[in-house]
């Protein structure tokens, strides 16, 4: 199974900040990589698929870099809306698997 | 609206059987895979399953493999996931996702609101 670890477990950051999510697969899955967001007590919901493609109706302000093993989510300007739990997901193969994710926090 | 709203969770004691439902409206379910995902409480998201456009295909995580079964009915526009021999660990919220048009590969695009599953004696 592919292990994909997400950094850092959690970040506090200010409204108007830019934040930075990595996400490492633990072998190659070019460019098959999804990044979700998640607030409390809802479903996720597709920001990002195939590592850099902005799924429809998503602000500018969320990007995703990357191929192969490892893998950025940058918010370049953090606004109130946005403190959340990310998590990053591979589709290269099966089984299916999420990072860890990362935690959005007011500072 | 495109919607997916899930049904039949509750609490079930160990070694018991739960089947889901996920019932999709406003797209053509039968031109989708589509997947269940489950968060334990206060953990993060695990696939659990997914299920090709006609049935043919279906894909499991090992630890569900032999005690779930996925389904769909493309007919009733609707995705089941039979829950046979559950354990504690099972205890989660259970999403219904479709998975992206462009394919599997690109993520899982529409999201139901979850519907709680809790094995406890």
């Known amino acids: 199974d592919i292990q994909m670890t997400q950094s850092p477990s959690s970040v506090s950051a200010s409204v108007g900040d830019r934040v930075t999510i990595t996400c490492r697969a633990s072998?190659?899955?070019?460019?098959?990589l999804a990044w979700y967001q998640q607030k409390p007590g809802k479903a996720p919901k597709l920001l990002i698929f195939a590592a850099s493609s902005l799924q429809s109706g998503v602000p500018s302000r969320f990007s995703g870099s990357g191929s192969g093993t490892d893998f950025t989510l940058t918010i370049s300007s953090l606004q109130p809306e946005d403190f959340a739990t990310y998590y990053c997901q591979q589709a290269n193969s099966f089984p299916l698997t999420f990072g860890g994710g990362t935690k959005v926090e007011i500072k | 609206e495109v919607q997916l709203v899930e049904s039949g969770g509750g609490l079930v004691q160990p070694g018991g059987s739960l089947r889901l439902s996920c019932a999709a409206s406003g797209f053509t379910f039968s031109s989708y895979w589509m997947s269940w995902v489950r968060q334990a409480p206060g953990k993060g998201l695990e696939w659990v399953a997914n299920i090709k456009q006609d049935g043919s295909e279906k894909y499991y995580v090992d630890s569900v493999k032999g005690r779930f079964t996925i389904s769909r009915d493309n007919a009733k526009s609707s995705l089941y996931l039979q829950m046979n021999s559950l354990r504690a660990e099972d205890t989660a919220v259970y999403y219904c996702?479709?998975?992206?048009?462009?394919?599997?590969?690109?993520?899982?695009?529409?999201w139901g609101q979850g519907t709680t599953v809790t094995v406890s004696s």
């Open positions: 996702a479709r998975d992206h048009p462009g394919g599997i590969e690109y993520g899982m695009d529409v």
């Open positions: 072998q190659g899955i070019s460019s098959w």
